[in-house]
């Protein structure tokens, strides 16, 4: 079973082999792959971490984040060609899943992440781009659900428990609260994000702030606006220092930031107290729409249990500190590998059942594709106030009752067929829950009446045979 996050800042890939626990692969020697893309001038396109190095260089011919124009256009201009946005983001899944395969040796079940607040404004280019990448017949499945999966099966978790996934990526925010089930999760309610707010923004404002305080006016207007190549290049070195302190700080009181012109080179240093201040409002905001999807989903915040903090962003302590303080009685549990933990969960979302050829069309899907076996239960730590999360627990096989249909890879050339529908919400209560897999309950109301047939001949039989005892 392989499982693909494809975030805004970069794409990660799973995969999990029988029962073991699932495991991140490495795309050309890293286990993280920038989501972007730049263009030849011949009109080919270099994607991954060769497009982020010469995006480096000519940034007119680079593009970051293709997931975030999902939904708000269906091209985009690269050196001055025009580009179908599905084929571009088809260019930075195929390398992936190549190596994937290569990990698999063999056809692959596929799972797929996306926002849990997407519609099929952006799941239909967002299908049509899994399709153009040759994944076959792939499960679409929201971030927070992947997410709880892989780490909230350890934590003790009981039936009708809710808990809340904060989900803070590269460029965007997710929020989902969870029903705890005998069976896995459900979402309660209508997950919500903020298209805008990730940990792209944390380093705009960072980057604005070391500008404006440690470098003269003209350098700095030349680092926002400059085509030289020599300016857009230190531009980007500092984005990626703003970046790297960013995370430093996470663990340490002060870090350093080398600020590299073209005619100088020198250091300052960001202090964690006014990093803190800087992202406070960010910060704020994140929280209060946490809140917000709790509130929404007809729950008061003491009937949370838990909350998991999950996505790169999520690591800051000061986001810690504010989530724990509006959930003052909720767990905070934080994710061991923040930034993989999608990908990892998605695998234990696949089916089991065994894949044979490429082509073989897989059994529909049970009624709901957010309910499903729930791992394995395994000793639960202590409670305490905020919870590191031990490593990855060994998962068993998800039981056949719960099945998720298979995706699989098909070799280059071959033409996938047609992607189908695969999302719908429906109302439910009032508040509304997330469904999946509408053709799944047609399977089921098939299967109720070819059993309503073999019974009433089943009836005929036994009368036509008391007919002829008789005689």
Do not use: C, N, Y
């Given at each position: 079973?392989?499982?693909?996050?494809?975030?805004?800042?970069?794409?990660?890939?799973?995969?999990?082999?029988?029962?073991?626990?699932?495991?991140?692969?490495?795309?050309?020697?890293?286990?993280?792959?920038?989501?972007?893309?730049?263009?030849?001038?011949?009109?080919?396109?270099?994607?991954?971490?060769?497009?982020?190095?010469l995006t480096a260089a000519r940034p007119a011919r680079g593009l970051?984040?293709?997931?975030?124009?999902?939904?708000?256009?269906?091209?985009?201009?690269?050196?001055?060609?025009?580009?179908?946005?599905?084929?571009v983001i088809a260019g930075v899944l195929r390398p992936v899943l190549r190596h994937a395969d290569r990990e698999a040796?063999?056809?692959?079940?596929?799972?797929?992440?996306?926002?849990?607040?997407?519609?099929?404004?952006?799941?239909?280019?967002?299908?049509?781009?899994?399709?153009?990448?040759?994944a076959h017949l792939p499960e679409l499945v929201p971030e927070p659900v992947a997410g709880a999966w892989a780490q909230a099966a350890g934590y003790g978790h009981q039936p009708g428990d809710h808990l809340v996934v904060y989900d803070l990526g590269g460029g965007t925010l997710d929020i989902a609260v969870l029903q705890v089930e005998p069976v896995g999760f459900e979402v309660a309610g209508r997950p919500k994000g903020n298209r805008a707010l990730g940990g792209d923004l944390f380093d705009e404002v960072l980057m604005r702030h070391?500008?404006?305080?440690?470098?003269?006016?003209?350098?700095w207007e030349e680092l926002q606006l400059s085509d030289d190549p020599a300016w857009s290049g230190s531009a980007?070195?500092?984005?990626?220092?703003?970046?790297?302190?960013?995370?430093?700080?996470?663990?340490?009181?002060?870090?350093?930031?080398?600020?590299?012109?073209?005619?100088?080179?020198?250091?300052?240093?960001?202090?964690?107290?006014?990093?803190?201040?800087l992202l406070q409002p960010m910060v704020e905001e994140s929280v209060q729409l946490c809140e917000d999807t709790v509130l929404a989903a007809g729950l008061p915040i003491e009937a949370i249990s838990a909350v998991h903090l999950i996505g790169g962003?999520?690591?800051l302590p000061s986001i810690g500190e504010a989530v724990g303080a509006r959930f003052p009685r909720s767990k905070l549990v934080l994710?061991?590998?923040?930034?993989?933990?999608?990908?990892?969960?998605?695998?234990?979302?696949?089916?089991?059942?065994?894949?044979t050829q490429p082509a073989l069309r897989p059994s529909p899907p049970p009624p709901d594709r957010l309910r499903g076996a729930a791992p394995p239960s395994v000793t639960a730590p202590p409670a305490s106030p905020v919870v590191a999360p031990p490593a990855m627990p060994q998962v068993g096989a998800i039981p056949t009752g719960a099945a998720m249909p298979a995706g699989r890879a098909i070799p280059s050339g071959a033409s996938p067929p047609p992607s189908p529908g695969l999302t719908e919400r429906q109302p439910d209560g009032g508040a509304g829950s997330f469904r999946v897999h509408e053709g799944a309950q047609l399977g089921a109301q098939r299967r109720r009446a070819l059993l309503g047939l073999a019974l009433a001949l089943a009836c005929i039989s036994v009368a036509v045979l008391a007919l002829v005892m008789l005689r």
């Open positions: 079973m392989i499982g693909v996050d494809f975030g805004t800042s970069f794409t990660v890939a799973a995969i999990r082999r029988g029962q073991d626990a699932p495991t991140v692969i490495e795309v050309a020697g890293v286990r993280r792959t920038p989501s972007v893309v730049f263009a030849e001038e011949d009109g080919s396109l270099v994607v991954g971490a060769a497009a982020e190095a970051r984040a293709p997931k975030q124009l999902l939904g708000r256009s269906s091209t985009v201009v690269l050196g001055g060609a025009r580009h179908p946005l599905p084929s040796r063999q056809p692959a079940q596929l799972v797929f992440t996306h926002p849990a607040d997407w519609s099929e404004l952006q799941l239909a280019p967002f299908r049509e781009a899994l399709a153009q990448a040759g070391v500008g404006e305080r440690h470098i003269d006016a003209a350098a980007l070195r500092l984005r990626a220092e703003v970046r790297r302190a960013k995370e430093l700080l996470s663990l340490h009181p002060r870090a350093d930031v080398t600020i590299t012109l073209p005619e100088r080179t020198f250091a300052v240093v960001l202090e964690r107290s006014e990093v803190v201040r962003g999520s690591q994710a061991a590998d923040p930034k993989a933990v999608v990908a990892l969960g998605a695998t234990l979302l696949a089916s089991p059942q065994p894949v």
